[in-house]
C-alpha cells in the first residue's frame, strides 16, 4: 500500500507510455508514491507478442506460459508500483471512460508519437476542459514542434540524432560495432519526472495546470554539453576514445583471471600513479623514461597498458578492486547483469534488490526503486538516535487489466453491468486480442482489406 508519508502520495497520474522512456517516468513516480494508472487497451499491448517462441530470452525459467504478456521481464522490470487498466481509446465509449478518469486525476504523460493523442480526441486542449488544473506532458522523440516532430523514434535513432553514437566505441571500430543503447531513454524517462514534479509544485502555489513539452533527444543532448563547446572551440569533432581518457593515464579496462572478468581504474594525479606502481610491486615504473609524468604517459598508452594487463590478468578482479580502493584510487570491478549485480554485498546491504512475487511470472529478486527515505520522526532528529528507514515500495507490476474493477468501479462508480457491457464491447478486457502485439488490431484489419 502507498504511504501517505511517501513524497507523491495523494497524486494521481494516468500513464500512456511504451517501451522505456515514459514507463521509466512511472517507474520513478510510483517509487515516489504516486498512484499510476498504466492505461492499455486489448486491441494494443506493449508486452512482447502474444505467442512467443518457446525459447525466446525475457520470460521466467519456465517459459512464456498461457499468459506471455504477464510474464514478459522487460515490461515488468519497468511496471513496478503501478494499477493496470484497459480501454480502447479508439472508441467512444474507451475516450468517455478515459476522460471520467481525467476528472479525478493529475497528470497525463505519455511518450506517443506525435499527433497520436490529438487523433484520439484527447490532446491537451480537450484533456484541459476535463479538468483545468492537469498537467499534461508529452514527449515524442522529437517535441511537439519543429521539423522532426513528426519523425518516429526509437532509442538508436535518438541516440544518433544527438551526437551520441558518433562518440561511442572505440577509433579503430566502425559505427557498426556500437552496442544496443537505452541511454536515451533512461534520460527522457528522469527528465520528464524531474518536469512533473516540478510542475506538480508550481501548481501547489498557484492552481495552475501545465503543458510540458519534452523531446526525448534534447534530454540527452545536455548529457554531451562539453563535446559540442570542444568543437566549437577547436573547430575539430572529438574523436572516438573507447575507454581512455584525454587527462588521466592509466585510464581504461582491463582483463583479470578467470572467463571474460575485467577491472575498470582510473589514476588521476601523480600521487595515485606512484600509488599504483607500489600495488604492483614495481616502483621503478614511476621513474620510468616512458611513464614519469602524465604527458608522457598519456603518449605511450599503449606500452603502459601492457603493462597493466600482465599485473591484472593473472588477479581476482575483486582483489584489484578493493586494493586500488585501499589508496583511494577509483577502481570497480566489471559486474554482469546476472550473479555478479544480484549477490554484490553493497547492493545487498542496501536492500536494492527486492524479492517481489508477481501472480503469473512467480518470485524473483527485481531490480528498484532508487530511492530510500529515512524516517527522523519517533527519533527526535538528535544524533544519539538512527533514523528509522522506511520499507521500500516495490509492488509487482499489473496483470494487463488487474485493476479494471477497482478504476472503474470503486474509483469513478461505475456499476457491475454497466462494467459487464463495457468487456462484452471489448472497451476493457484481461486478454489481448490477436493482432494486439502487432502495432494494435485495428491496424492488422486495416491492412488485410
Not at 497528470?107 to 499527433?115: D, M, Q, R, S
Not at 554482469?336 to 554484490?344: F, I, M, P, Y
Not at 472497451?427 to 491496424?443: C, F, K, Q, S, Y
Request: charge should be negative; hydrophobic fraction near 35%; proline fraction near 6%.
Amino acid at each position: 500500500m502507498i504511504s501517505d508519508k511517501s513524497p507523491l502520495s495523494g497524486v494521481r497520474a494516468l500513464e500512456l507510455a511504451e517501451i522505456w522512456a515514459g514507463p521509466y517516468c512511472g517507474a520513478l513516480m510510483g517509487d515516489m508514491g504516486a498512484e499510476i494508472v498504466k492505461v492499455e487497451a486489448i486491441q494494443r499491448i506493449g508486452r512482447g507478442p502474444i505467442h512467443p517462441n518457446p525459447d525466446v530470452a525475457g520470460y521466467p525459467y519456465d517459459g512464456p506460459g498461457e499468459r506471455p504478456w504477464n510474464r514478459q521481464a522487460n515490461f515488468n522490470a519497468i511496471s513496478r508500483n503501478k494499477v493496470g487498466l484497459t480501454l480502447d481509446l479508439g472508441s467512444e465509449e474507451g475516450r468517455e471512460s478515459f476522460k471520467d478518469l481525467v476528472s479525478v486525476s493529475d497528470v497525463i504523460f505519455t511518450n506517443y508519437a506525435f499527433g497520436v493523442m490529438d487523433r484520439l480526441g484527447l490532446g491537451y486542449e480537450e484533456l484541459r476542459k476535463v479538468k483545468p488544473d492537469l498537467i499534461v506532458l508529452f514527449t515524442p522523440g522529437f517535441g511537439n514542434t519543429g521539423p522532426y516532430k513528426r519523425f518516429h523514434s526509437m532509442g538508436m535513432a535518438i541516440d544518433a540524432l544527438s551526437g551520441h553514437s558518433a562518440l561511442r566505441g572505440y577509433p579503430d571500430m566502425d559505427l557498426s560495432n556500437n552496442s544496443l543503447v537505452h541511454h536515451p531513454d533512461a534520460a527522457g524517462g528522469v527528465t520528464a519526472y524531474f518536469a512533473i514534479c516540478a510542475a506538480l509544485l508550481y501548481r501547489a502555489r498557484t492552481g495552475i495546470g501545465q503543458f510540458i513539452d519534452l523531446s526525448q533527444a534534447e534530454t540527452f543532448i545536455p548529457h554531451l554539453g562539453e563535446v559540442f563547446l570542444e568543437e566549437q572551440m577547436t573547430g575539430r569533432p572529438r574523436e572516438r576514445r573507447g575507454n581512455r581518457h584525454p587527462d588521466m593515464a592509466p585510464h581504461g579496462c582491463f582483463p583479470c583471471a578467470g572467463e571474460d572478468k575485467w577491472v575498470t581504474m582510473a589514476i588521476r594525479n601523480e600521487g595515485e600513479w606512484r600509488s599504483l606502481c607500489q600495488i604492483m610491486s614495481m616502483p621503478h615504473l614511476a621513474d620510468d623514461e616512458r611513464f614519469a609524468t602524465l604527458s608522457l604517459r598519456l603518449k605511450n598508452q599503449n606500452a603502459l597498458d601492457d603493462v597493466i594487463r600482465q599485473w591484472t590478468s593473472p588477479q581476482d578482479n575483486y582483489e584489484v578492486f578493493h586494493l586500488l580502493q585501499g589508496k583511494s584510487i577509483p577502481a570497480g570491478p566489471v559486474f554482469d547483469c546476472g550473479a555478479d549485480t544480484l549477490e554484490d554485498p553493497h547492493l545487498q546491504a542496501r536492500d536494492y534488490f527486492q524479492v517481489v512475487t508477481h501472480p503469473d511470472a512467480g518470485t524473483y529478486p527485481m531490480s528498484g526503486p532508487i530511492w530510500s527515505f529515512l524516517d527522523y520522526e519517533h527519533s527526535q532528529a538528535s544524533i544519539e538516535h538512527e533514523p528509522i528507514q522506511r520499507e521500500k515500495r516495490h509492488e509487482h507490476a499489473p496483470l494487463l487489466g488487474e485493476h479494471n474493477a477497482y478504476l472503474l468501479g470503486e474509483v469513478l462508480g461505475y456499476s457491475d453491468e454497466r462494467m459487464q457491457k463495457l468487456e462484452e464491447r471489448q472497451v476493457i478486457g484481461t486478454v489481448p486480442l490477436e493482432g494486439a502485439d502487432m502495432g494494435g488490431v485495428r491496424r492488422v484489419q486495416r491492412e488485410s482489406r
